[in-house]
């Protein structure tokens, strides 16, 4: 199986999704959702799609596209030629699963039970598409299930834009289907400005960035303590001794030394660091690599960009 694209779908985090017709504007459509940072859909197939899927492809070669609601094996042959790069369904120990399987192509199981994640297991498939989710029972259903099945990651449909970001920071979530973004409403007026916008807040929410704490430097400890001590008597914030600094409460970090940033460091918290990086690093940011620290299992907890603000530092934390 192809895991090179589940992890780039986890990276982009939104699958835009949508229906094509003969008149549809499906490269400019497509252009509009990689302006905003999404440089992938899932299209419903048709053959009306097809040749749109075949025009998205050769003109922007990394764009991912999945395609759902493929009939049988010739469609998904057609679906492939096209382009499309990975498919959805309900058809997990059907002709079109087991075909996907033998051919090493991505398929993604709609499962909402335990049963069906067994089976998708059974076939070798780690990757699954949990739908509907809100009426499956939510986030806590989820979370039940992903601690049944470690191994597996689940891409969500049946979510709203509402309803997506409480399961923004769940790590076994790769992604989000997300309708709302290409309404069939503005596909057929062809607004792609209000497409963009709408695609940018909704990247924006998925982020959830918020400010987490500031920073400041001293220049050794009993200045560093003073200073802790100093918010603890006038706010409140308990003073905290964390080896390196002084926490008051989770506000303040006061440092035993001179540290990043000329005046200090403001630390944002994000509610997943891939997903981040993926857009800073898309936009020319970068980073101070020696900064990054990790978490046990690998992951990314922090990194400092390497252009301060104002005269502080910044870094980024995973929520």
Not at 187 to 209: N, T, Y
């Amino acid at each position: 199986m192809n895991k090179d694209i589940f992890a780039e779908i986890n990276k982009i985090g939104l699958l835009p999704q949508f229906a094509l017709d003969k008149n549809s504007d499906a490269l400019s459509l497509a252009e509009c959702l990689a302006r905003a940072s999404l440089p992938c859909a899932e299209i419903g197939f048709s053959p009306d799609a097809e040749p749109h899927i075949k025009a998205i492809t050769s003109k922007l070669p990394d764009f991912i596209i999945g395609v759902r609601g493929v009939k049988d094996v010739e469609a998904l042959k057609r679906a492939v030629s096209a382009g499309a790069k990975f498919f959805t369904g309900f058809d997990g120990e059907g002709e079109l699963g087991h075909y996907c399987l033998k051919n090493n192509i991505p398929f993604i199981p709609s499962c909402s039970t335990a049963g069906e994640i067994e089976a998708a297991l059974q076939d070798g498939l780690t990757t699954v598409k949990f739908f509907p989710a809100e009426q499956a029972g939510g986030l806590s259903a989820l979370k039940t299930l992903g601690e049944a099945y470690p191994e597996v990651k689940f891409l969500l449909g049946g979510v709203s834009e509402e309803d997506f970001v409480k399961y923004a920071d769940y790590e076994k979530v790769i992604g989000f289907c997300a309708p709302w973004l290409m309404s069939a409403k503005a596909v057929k007026e062809g607004d792609l400005a209000q497409m963009e916008a709408r695609a940018r807040e909704s990247v924006s929410k998925m982020l959830g960035f918020f400010l987490k704490h500031v920073g400041i430097n001293s220049a050794d400890e009993k200045e560093s303590n003073a200073t802790a001590d100093a918010f603890e008597k006038l706010f409140g914030f308990k003073k905290q001794d964390s080896g390196g600094a002084y926490f008051n409460d989770t506000f303040v970090e006061v440092m035993k030394k001179p540290f990043y940033g000329r005046h200090g460091h403001i630390a944002i918290g994000v509610n997943n660091m891939e997903r981040a990086l993926y857009r800073f690093r898309k936009a020319g940011v970068a980073f101070i690599e020696e900064s990054a620290g990790y978490n046990p299992d690998g992951s990314l907890r922090v990194i400092y960009f390497k252009e301060e603000i104002g005269g502080f530092a910044v870094h980024i934390v995973q929520k």
